[in-house]
């Protein structure tokens, strides 16, 4: 059975709102099925089970700083790093000055990789400073020139060994968001402005859901990471 993040006993504190034994099955559900629906939103996984879930299998470090893809001797390999919490992988471009990341307490290791190789591992206050916000780090900022091969700068992703955020009890601002979601979301009449009896009539309504409200949508934005939803462009 999956563990949810958040349980029905945090769902009645969160709301005040006390759940019936008969309606405990759909809330259950709705926790579950808005929980996904707020990854999504955020870029990464609210499962304390998966927060740890290691993204980069380093095979080995390359002894010069190239990242030519045909420069890179698998057979003569500098041994991998122990990783210490986990790593996660985002995307590199050159002329980015600060590289936005999925929040973090702290970061053991960054690393410039193509494919399972590390090509170049970076040094804190030399090659890379850390923006911190709310206690949080958010954003990576490049110190210097990490690497001349611009020509394959394509090949290179970021590889973060870090605390990732929550391993515990996310936000409560962030939590109170979410609690909404799921008393939206299972309330069949939610959508349903005017009723009448007598023959039976209603009319249905576009109703605003609290993840896409505006002081929310804030509030979802500050905890994001680069692949949330909430910062994607679309282009057309």
């Not at 504190?13 to 808005?34: K, N, Q, S, Y």
């Not at 707020?38 to 870029?43: A, D, Q, V």
């Not at 080995?60 to 030519?68: A, E, N, Q």
């Not at 515990?168 to 309330?187: C, E, R, V």
Request: one cysteine or more; proline letters at 3%.
């Amino acid at each position: 059975m999956v563990e949810l993040f958040m349980t029905i006993d945090e769902y009645e504190i969160l709301t005040g709102i006390t759940v019936a034994t008969a309606d405990e099955a759909r809330i259950t559900a709705m926790i579950a099925r808005t929980e996904k629906i707020l990854e999504n939103m955020l870029g990464f996984t609210l499962d304390t089970d998966l927060v740890d879930e290691n993204q980069y299998i380093e095979l080995g470090k390359t002894k010069t700083d190239t990242i030519c893809p045909c420069d890179i001797d698998i057979t003569n390999l500098d041994p991998a790093d122990s990783v210490i919490y986990a790593y996660r992988l985002f995307s590199y471009n050159v002329n980015d000055k600060y590289f936005f990341i999925d929040p973090c307490t702290e970061i053991h290791a960054i690393k410039l990789v193509v494919n399972d190789v590390t090509v170049k591992t970076l040094v804190e206050f030399e090659d890379y400073r850390v923006d911190i916000k709310n206690g949080l780090i958010r954003f990576v900022e490049k110190l210097g020139c990490w690497c001349t091969d611009l020509e394959y700068y394509n090949h290179v992703q970021l590889a973060i060994d870090a605390d990732w955020a929550w391993p515990d009890n996310i936000p409560l601002d962030l939590q109170y968001i979410w609690a909404d979601m799921i008393t939206s979301y299972s309330d069949c009449s939610d959508n349903i402005k005017s009723e009448s009896l007598g023959p039976h009539s209603y009319t249905k309504f576009d109703n605003v859901k609290p993840e896409s409200k505006s002081e929310n949508l804030s509030i979802i934005k500050k905890y994001s990471g680069p692949n949330g939803s909430v910062n994607r462009t679309i282009t057309l």
